[in-house]
């Protein structure tokens, strides 16, 4: 596999539910990251992880809750979510540049999570 | 906080003809990307922009960068059916930080 894969691609829940998305890339990049893409809103940071170390939490409700074991891997555990957490949920990642040179942070996404909240 | 703003966000296209998609941005940053998103698909990268006066071209795009205006634009050439898909720019923020603009979609008619 190449790039970044991201499982399921299509889920249904119910608001009492517990599940998780997960991520993977195979780039040998040290940065993941977790977008929310829905039909109202532009694409919405919601974590960053460089080198396993949570760097972003964008204001996140709770009930969203990340986890990165290795750089490679991300998942994002849902419990008790709302109807509006309906949407398209994208995994990317980067190679994080060096902090003092000047350079590019270019994201490759995964073709995303679709996610319905019954 | 950091705003980035599209326009316009539906472009409808006839074949052949030009067209320009302008990407404001509210903070200061000299690192813009653009990146194109088909139906159904994930977001691919097209342009990476490093500095002030930056262009890039890849085939009937082109996309340059003025940092002293905080505007990016994405430069259509003869319009083709295959350019049909939703084209975001993003603004880079020190710290692994994108914020994207809310996406322009492009439609080209034949």
């Known amino acids: 596999e190449t790039g970044v894969t991201q499982t399921p691609r299509h889920l249904v829940m119910g608001m009492t539910n517990k599940k998780s998305l997960k991520c993977e890339q195979h780039l040998g990049h040290n940065a993941m990251y977790w977008y929310k893409q829905s039909a109202k809103k532009p694409l919405e940071l919601m974590f960053v992880?460089?080198?396993?170390?949570?760097?972003e939490n964008n204001s996140v409700p709770s009930r969203f809750s990340p986890e990165c074991p290795n750089s490679s891997h991300l998942f994002l555990h849902l419990h008790t979510l709302q109807p509006e957490d309906s949407a398209l949920y994208l995994c990317?990642?980067?190679?994080?540049?060096?902090?003092?040179?000047?350079?590019?942070?270019?994201?490759?996404f995964g073709a995303g999570s679709r996610l319905t909240v019954l | 906080e950091l705003k980035v703003e599209q326009n316009p966000l539906f472009l409808s296209m006839q074949e052949g003809k030009n067209y320009t998609i302008y990407c404001n941005y509210s903070?200061?940053?000299?690192?813009l990307y653009w990146y194109r998103q088909d139906p159904g698909k994930s977001l691919e990268s097209l342009f990476v922009?490093?500095?002030?006066?930056a262009v890039k071209q890849e085939g009937r795009l082109m996309a340059s960068l003025d940092t002293k205006a905080r505007l990016s634009t994405l430069h259509i050439t003869a319009a083709v059916h295959d350019l049909s898909a939703t084209y975001f720019c993003a603004v880079d923020m020190w710290g692994n930080k994108l914020v994207f603009g809310a996406g322009t979609i492009l439609r080209v008619k034949s």
């Open positions: 990317a990642s980067s190679q994080d540049r060096d902090r003092g040179v000047y350079g590019a942070n270019v994201l490759t």
């Open positions: 922009l490093l500095s002030n006066g």
């Open positions: 992880y460089s080198l396993e170390e949570r760097v």
């Open positions: 903070t200061t940053s000299d690192r």
